[in-house]
């Protein structure tokens, strides 16, 4: 099972980006999704997660009140709503899913991944 991610490019700070990922072949309800990012040189970091049936979400203290993760189960996708984006949010994000009941925040607990989009904030 592939993760397919899009929605990623380069912004001026204070703009705005959806990200987006698809999930085709996955029983899309059954998993726990999360955003995660990785910038140069530096490890892959949490960003959002959101449990099955959307009962918790989850947020690194960076991004809360700025970024809004959600889901679709209807259509196998899950979102990252990007607002206020500041220089220090450019990264390669990821999505990634795994069954676990818990949103956990280390890359090692997901089993499934994307391959990645690249976001870019210019100061």
């Known amino acids: 099972v592939r993760l397919v991610e899009s929605g990623g490019g380069s912004v001026p700070a204070g703009a705005s980006l959806r990200l987006s990922c698809a999930a085709p072949?996955?029983?899309?309800?059954?998993?726990?999704l999360a955003w995660f990012r990785q910038a140069p040189g530096k490890e892959r970091e949490f960003v959002a997660g959101v449990s099955r049936r959307t009962v918790n979400k989850r947020y690194t203290d960076s991004v809360r009140g700025r970024f809004s993760i959600s889901r679709d189960n209807a259509q196998n996708t899950v979102y990252l709503q990007m607002d206020s984006l500041k220089p220090e949010d450019s990264a390669v994000y990821y999505c990634?899913?795994?069954?676990?009941?818990?949103?956990?925040?280390?890359?090692?607990?997901?089993?499934?991944w994307g391959q990645g989009t690249q976001v870019i904030v210019s100061s």
């Open positions: 072949g996955l029983t899309f309800g059954s998993y726990t």
């Open positions: 990634a899913a795994d069954v676990t009941y818990v949103i956990e925040n280390s890359p090692t607990a997901y089993e499934y």
